[in-house]
């Protein structure tokens, strides 16, 4: 703000506010406000930024699941890691993330401290019936999988390294699947509550070779009947939320927070997916192609300009010189 000085006149503030002050402000802020903001604004433009020209009628359906950390300059919200020498551990904030895969921008969002494990997101998330869960093997929780197979939803994930199971019955990999699909079978894993065992419950493997990766994949599924190829398929979906994730901290790096309290944090963090929401609606409604970050530094230049900016984003030219002179715009035309 101090550097664009002479295009804040409007703002008609005789003093920049200062750092702590926005600090102080924003803690006594409720950045309930900011969350209810960025979900109003979602449910009013989602027909614009969904997505239905999917190649698998599945792909409607899916729910993908993930989450980012976000590391502080201060213990504000505990941490994980190794403790430094000097004993003092920056703080870390993890976005627990829901997306569609027809939306690919968050539909639920969950901040926690680092040190909370991902699997009880899955405590909060909000999946009607038939639909299809998907995440990383940090979720795995065969209570939480059991209670999904109750109520109708479907979940692919990974299967851990060291998990136990019992194989129950091997199905026939049919020859006009992918050569990729090496074993398809019925296993068998314990629920437990706090340790306790409560019940044995049925899930499906799949053991996929990856050829792109060179590596061998194993996912587990209540997905009983779908072909075996499509649940590899799934899971690469995931990917999506992965490419969301990097978008943000690209062009919004999430590094210096104009608060050191919790609250203040986290209304940056959702001012940040307003941002982002709004950038996505833009280049929904402009017929011209604009890669996101061009978009994102071209607004972040002209925030203190009056600028049209959806004639600005269609034809730049033209609309550059209708601004600086109309007998140059007509010469142009003419040439």
């Given amino acids: 703000m101090l550097g664009l000085k002479g295009k804040t006149n409007h703002f008609q503030l005789k003093n920049i506010p200062h750092r702590s002050t926005l600090s102080d402000a924003n803690a006594r802020r409720n950045n309930l406000v900011f969350q209810e903001i960025y979900y109003s604004l979602l449910n009013l433009y ?27 300059f201060k213990s504000i919200l505990s941490c994980v890691g190794r403790n430094p020498s000097n004993g003092q551990k920056k703080g870390g904030i993890k976005v627990h993330t829901q997306i569609s895969l027809q939306e690919n921008l968050p539909h639920f969002i969950w901040l926690s401290a680092a040190t909370v494990h991902d699997k009880r997101f899955l405590k909060h998330i909000k999946i009607e019936p038939g639909k299809i869960a998907v995440f990383d093997k940090g979720y795995n929780d065969y209570k939480t999988f059991d209670e999904f197979t109750k109520d109708g939803i479907f979940f692919v994930t990974r299967l851990k390294s060291n998990a136990s199971f019992e194989s129950v019955t091997e199905n026939e990999i049919p020859d006009y699947l992918d050569d990729g699909v090496l074993k398809d079978e019925i296993i068998e894993v314990n629920v437990k509550e706090k340790g306790k065992f409560l019940k044995k419950t049925q899930l499906r493997r799949i053991a996929y070779w990856d050829s792109e990766n060179k590596r ?19 899971y690469k979906k995931r990917w999506s939320i992965e490419l969301l994730f990097k ?28 941002v982002n929401l709004l950038l996505t609606v833009i280049r929904k409604k402009i017929k011209r192609k604009w890669a996101f970050s ?42």
């Fill in 294 to 335: 061009n978009l994102a530094n071209f607004c972040r230049l002209h925030l203190f300009n009056y600028i049209h900016l959806m004639k600005f984003l269609e034809n730049p030219e033209k609309d550059w010189l209708k601004e600086i002179n109309p007998q140059l715009q007509m010469k142009f035309s003419s040439a």
């Fill in 247 to 274: 978008q943000l901290k690209q062009n919004f790096p999430l590094k210096y927070f104009l608060g050191d309290n919790e609250n203040a944090i986290k209304i940056q963090i959702w001012c940040t997916l307003i």
């Fill in 46 to 72: 989602r027909p614009i930024i969904s997505d239905s020209r999917q190649q698998y009628a599945w792909e409607n359906r899916l729910e993908i699941i993930d989450s980012s950390t976000i590391s502080l």
């Fill in 216 to 234: 061998c994949f194993e996912f587990i599924t209540n997905l009983i009947g779908m072909n075996a190829g499509h649940i590899a398929l799934i």
